[in-house]
């Protein structure tokens, strides 16, 4: 099947905003999520948005979704060290009944 | 709630061992999902189950591997005989799957378990 795809790194300065975009393939997905895995750890979910909002803010994280070309992104303002992680996004493809379509993941470096 | 619970958090086998690895979900969750992550392929689908039943395990990879739900609070992922290129960190997530074309279906992962088969 096709993938969702999301670029492999992104290094950002502290106190920077971070910007992590992804291309999922399902414009059908009703929710389209965004997960944080920290080393050693399993994956957490950061946070989600509803295929019929545009914006999602909460707190430091903002989530767009352009359902047109099928694009989402998260930023992340006045990242921290704490920040550094992987970031996946996933759809919830019609077709797939309840699993997720997860990308490889975004790994995000902080750097003092 | 302890959220998803795996063990072992670690296994090292030798090739050909039958190795066992064991889920419990949250509870009150009814879908099951097992992962397998490596950095060559990232995150991938092996297995889910719908109220214990297997949904779909198009992703496992081959006969060496098999899932079971014996019930709502149990799973066990079982590679037999074990190979080299198994060496992954194997998630499991549950998730309360509801009805109706805008559920939320979100999916709460373990910690996983690190298994190297040498």
């Known amino acids: 099947g096709e993938d969702v795809e999301q670029s492999l790194f992104l290094s950002v300065r502290e106190g920077d905003s971070s910007v992590i975009n992804c291309t999922y393939t399902?414009?059908?997905?009703?929710?389209l999520y965004w997960y944080k895995q920290e080393p050693g750890a399993g994956l957490q979910l950061l946070t989600y948005?509803?295929?019929?909002?545009d914006m999602k803010q909460d707190q430091r994280l903002t989530v767009l979704l352009n359902k047109k070309d099928k694009h989402l992104s998260l930023r992340i303002a006045d990242t921290q060290t704490g920040d550094s992680a992987i970031y996946f996004c996933?759809?919830?493809?019609?077709?797939?009944?309840?699993?997720?379509?997860f990308g490889k993941g975004t790994s995000l470096l902080v750097t003092p | 709630d302890a959220g998803v619970i795996q063990s072992p958090r670690h296994e090292v086998t030798e090739m050909g061992q039958e190795v066992t690895l064991r889920c419990k979900p949250i509870?009150?969750?009814?879908?099951l999902f097992w992962y397998r992550q490596t950095m060559m392929r990232g995150l991938e689908l092996l297995i889910y189950?719908?109220?214990?039943?297997?949904?779909?395990d198009s992703g496992m990879p081959e006969d060496r591997f098999s899932a079971k739900m014996p019930n709502a609070s149990f799973s066990t992922l079982k590679i037999q005989p074990s190979e080299p290129r198994d060496s992954a960190v194997y998630f499991c997530?549950?998730?309360?799957?509801?009805?109706?074309?805008?559920?939320?279906?979100?999916?709460?992962f373990g910690p996983g378990t690190r298994l190297t088969v040498l």
């Open positions: 948005i509803f295929s019929n909002m």
């Open positions: 399902d414009s059908s997905s009703t929710y």
């Open positions: 996933a759809e919830s493809p019609s077709n797939s009944g309840y699993a997720l379509n």
């Open positions: 189950f719908n109220n214990n039943v297997p949904i779909d």
């Open positions: 509870s009150g969750h009814n879908s």
């Open positions: 997530a549950s998730s309360l799957v509801r009805g109706g074309g805008t559920a939320n279906n979100e999916q709460f």
